[in-house]
């Protein structure tokens, strides 16, 4: 299983932008899959999750302003970014839980077998 983001890039506060995280296999089921992001120096830091029964958990931070969400196909996963601060500044990665009946969705990156390679988001003042 290979995960793609894109989507990433400077924006400006207050902005929106949505990353796109394409699974590049023929036929997947994706139970779970999790957005994380890494600022320099700062640990990986789980932001959204979709669990395999559709439920979907944010970080305190991002609530209200980030939207986790797939496509008919779930092939390709989305982050509807809204309202950026400063703060959401880093590299965002998708992650994947592929092939199992039901997984809750975890904000930990543990978890998680399959990772893209990170798209990177910059938000100014």
């Known amino acids: 299983v290979q995960l793609v983001e894109s989507g990433g890039g400077p924006v400006q506060s207050g902005g929106s932008l949505r990353l796109s995280c394409a699974a590049s296999?023929?036929?997947?089921?994706?139970?779970?899959l999790a957005w994380f992001r890494q600022a320099p120096g700062n640990e990986r830091e789980g932001v959204a999750a979709?669990?395999?029964?559709?439920?979907?958990t944010y970080t305190d931070s991002v609530k209200g302003r980030f939207t986790i969400s797939h496509d008919d196909t779930k092939t390709t996963f989305y982050l509807q970014m809204n309202d950026l601060k400063p703060e959401d500044t880093a590299r965002y990665y998708c992650?994947?839980?592929?092939?199992?009946?039901?997984?809750?969705?975890?904000?930990?990156?543990?978890?998680?077998?399959?990772w893209g390679q990170g798209t990177q988001v910059n938000v100014s003042s």
């Open positions: 992650a994947a839980i592929v092939g199992v009946d039901y997984c809750s969705g975890s904000l930990w990156p543990r978890p998680y077998p399959y």
């Open positions: 296999v023929h036929i997947v089921h994706i139970s779970c």
């Open positions: 979709l669990a395999s029964d559709g439920s979907t």
